[in-house]
């Protein structure tokens, strides 16, 4: 009787999310693992499948079990720890697992579209000694293969490809066979590992050690005692945008791999982060490896085995970095660890801080969640004890000088430029003395909600104390989170101002102003329109070939400012009047990282312009008085019953008709209401703030629980009432612990 595997197919559909059992052919026993892909029957064709139990139980009669095709690649991808941290993710965040192997793994690997890449390399032959004598004879018959000769002799220490070496002689291929063909040279295959560009760069590494101080000395100790003890400690450190954060790092991490250990480390944006990457891999060189979806399959799926086979001890990437296949994982150090990169958007709807938590624990391992100002879950489990909190000590430098500037008196003053007076000045002065300014736009497009320009009043649900959100093709404004709706006032209800207008400009008027005003200025922007030239703008910026830059997000880049003494913010109330409960949160991170971009060394200023400059989140920002808006957010979160306080839960209805993805959200809702007991809070069912995406219509319900069984009890009814029979014209997406609920 054969012997029995039980796969996991690669077809994502509901039904089909359990495990198979096929038969291990005779060839195949004793070398199918757990982790292996395999090609096996399934219906009326071959699928592709991961194996995830060896010798196991059949669940129907051998006689009705079909036989694995073939094993497509000879090792296994993952080993049964990493199968279990996979089964908890699919289980968590109510995903498919084969959705998450997927998201794990290198891609292309089920259509076996990637593998190692093999290359023709040539050799001297080693039997020959007379070089000279064939050089002779070469150069007078054969010009292009006395070169090629020459070239291999010249360098016979060193690797040489085929291709090269006839890349050399500037001729073909068949040039260089005809030498094997003369037994003059020997041909043989090898692998290569595809390794990305930004792994050969060089960037130059702070050596200065002595910046350390004993404090961070003792830090480092604290978090290495946990390592060498397996504890499995979770750590709180807050850098503060120290200076001595990447040495205080590279020493922790040195001190981690000298014990034959492992580390994983995440950054929240690949792009952001480059400084950081190209510093650790100049000095950790051949024993780092990058993991993130900006690289080509090829080089993805050489560094997993790269990983495997233990020749590296580091990596560093974005969120999917986390499965890093290590086998003596030691270390996790997420880096701006409130960063909201860290949670997938698309299936499986996971966090990679949650997911590091999970693995861990699992692997013993010691975890070090890293911000300057951290999350306000973060701060608050390191105050329940949760977590183990460190600090760096601030150093004793210059403080930016940072100016609130309220854009109600401008107003008031007849000033309806989106520019202060305060800020034109502060330009005029820089463009007279030679320097250069940074404007930040939070972003590109229209603006989505509705302020009074008079007293600052920004138009909020009655309901959920969430700014409503604008919708320029009807004029109306609606509640993402409740459903209500209603249209612009004439008048501001706070004030009784007619000055009541959608927010919002995009980095193009902004330029349009500027050059108006400064004409003899160089003035560019920069934005996700504009993506292709955004390295071009920054070099230019940074070799003083532009005047005043302009930009979104995409500006938030640390090594192109090293001579920058002005920045102005010329809305700190666009993140603040987001559709969202964390807009305080996101505005207070928002605006201490623009901050960070200016040299505490050199005189530098930093405006701030707001309708609203005596928000807590603004004020404690230009104040860089991160505990007093911790303290206030904490308690408005306890007041609403946000995180960290409860539980949240995102029900997203979505498919092409709009009547239908309406009927069926408000039926899933009105079928809530009679589970009410099991939940804290419900809002909606209402339209999401972005209504439509893809063609697809979106309506979404948001749940608030106090506990994580009530949350799961509910979503088992959800997938057993509306999910399993939702068929194939709505699709209901469960997002647990949402981050972007728009």
């Known amino acids: ?122 050799k001297l032959k080693a039997e020959i000694n007379d070089h ?207 960063n909201h990169s860290y949670k997938q958007q698309e299936h499986p709807l996971y966090h990679a801080r949650q997911v590091a938590v999970r693995r861990q624990k699992e692997n013993g391992a010691v975890l070090v969640l890293e911000a300057a100002f951290p999350s306000i879950e973060s701060k608050y489990f390191a105050e329940q004890k949760k977590y183990k909190s460190l600090k760096l000590a601030k150093e004793n430098d210059r403080q930016i000088k940072t100016q609130l500037v309220d854009l109600k008196k401008e107003v008031e003053a007849g000033n309806l430029s989106d520019l202060s007076r305060e800020l034109k000045d502060k330009i005029l002065n820089n463009l007279e003395n030679k320097q250069k300014t940074l404007l930040f736009l939070n972003r ?110 995409l500006i938030i880049k640390h090594d192109y400012y090293d001579n920058l003494n002005l920045l102005g913010v010329i809305s700190a109330d666009t993140a603040l009047n987001s559709s969202d409960f964390r807009a305080a949160e996101n505005t207070f991170q928002l605006l201490s990282e623009l901050k960070s971009l200016l040299l505490k060394e050199k005189e530098s200023e930093f405006i701030i312009q707001s309708f609203n400059p005596e928000h807590f989140s603004i004020s404690n920002a230009a104040d860089s008085n991160y505990d007093n808006f911790y303290k206030k957010e904490l308690e408005l979160r306890n007041q609403r019953k946000y995180p960290p306080f409860c539980r949240l839960l995102n029900i997203i209805i979505q498919g092409a008709e709009e009547k239908s993805v309406a009927d069926k959200a408000i039926k899933i809702s009105d079928f809530l209401d009679n589970w009410e007991i099991y939940y804290q809070d419900k809002m909606g069912a209402a339209p999401a703030a972005i209504k439509k995406i893809r063609n697809k219509f979106r309506w979404q319900i948001i749940l608030k629980f106090n506990s994580f069984r009530n949350r799961e009890y509910i979503i088992q009814l959800l997938e057993k009432k509306f999910i399993e029979n939702a068929g194939f014209n709505l699709e209901i997406r469960i997002d647990v612990d949402p981050y972007k609920m728009l």
């Open 444 to 553: 590109r497009g229209y603006g989505n909600y509705v302020i009074c320009k008079k007293c600052g009043n920004v138009i909020k649900c009655d309901n959920c104390d969430i700014s409503l959100h604008y919708h320029k093709a009807d004029h109306k404004l609606s509640c993402h989170y409740c459903g209500s709706q209603k249209y612009i006032p004439d008048n501001c209800p706070e004030c009784g101002s007619s000055f009541v207008s959608p927010a919002g400009i995009g980095t193009e008027n902004i330029v349009k102003q500027l050059k108006e005003i400064y004409q003899n200025a160089v003035i560019k922007r920069i934005d996700s329109d504009l993506k292709d030239n955004t390295e071009k703008i920054f070099k230019d910026f940074k070799n003083d070939k532009i005047d005043i830059l302009v930009g979104t997000q």
């Open 132 to 338: 000279q004598k064939i050089l002779d004879k070469l150069d007078k018959r054969a010009p292009k293969q006395y070169q090629i000769y020459s070239y291999l002799l010249a360098n016979k220490d060193k690797i040489i490809t085929l291709k090269k070496a006839a890349e050399h002689a500037k001729t073909s291929k068949q040039t260089v066979y005809r030498l094997i063909e003369k037994d003059l040279l020997e041909l043989y295959d090898d692998y290569i590992d595809r390794i990305p560009e930004i792994n050969q760069a060089k960037y130059p590494v702070e050596e200065n050690t002595s910046k350390l101080i004993a404090e961070d000395h003792k830090l480092i100790e604290n978090i290495f005692t946990s390592i060498v003890n397996s504890k499995a400690d979770k750590f709180l450190l807050e850098s503060s945008f120290q200076k001595r954060k990447f040495i205080f790092l590279r020493k922790l991490i040195d001190k981690t791999i000298a014990e034959a250990n492992d580390v994983i480390i995440l950054v929240p944006e690949i792009e952001k982060d480059l400084v950081l990457i190209k510093k650790l891999k100049n000095y950790y060189q051949d024993k780092i490896a990058l993991l993130h979806s900006q690289l080509s399959q090829g080089e993805r799926f050489d560094a997993w085995r790269r990983i495997q086979r233990s020749e590296v001890s580091i990596v560093v990437g974005a969120r999917s970095a986390i499965f890093a296949p290590f086998n003596n994982l030691k270390l996790i150090i997420i880096l701006e660890e409130n």
């Open 1 to 122: 009787m054969g012997k029995i595997v039980k796969a996991i197919v690669d077809l994502p559909v509901r039904k089909l999310n359990k495990e198979f059992d096929y038969l291990i052919p005779a060839e195949l026993e004793n070398i199918l693992e757990v982790g292996h892909l395999i090609k096996v029957p399934f219906s009326n064709r071959k699928v592709a499948a991961f194996v995830t139990e060896v010798d196991a139980e059949a669940e129907i009669a051998h006689s009705k079990i079909k036989k694995v095709n073939d094993l497509i690649y000879s090792k296994p991808f993952f080993d049964k720890k990493m199968l279990s941290l996979f089964r908890w993710i699919a289980a968590y965040y109510h995903s498919y697992l084969i959705q998450v192997i997927k998201a794990a793994l290198p891609p292309g690997i089920t259509e076996k579209k990637v593998g190692r890449k093999k290359l023709k390399y040539i």
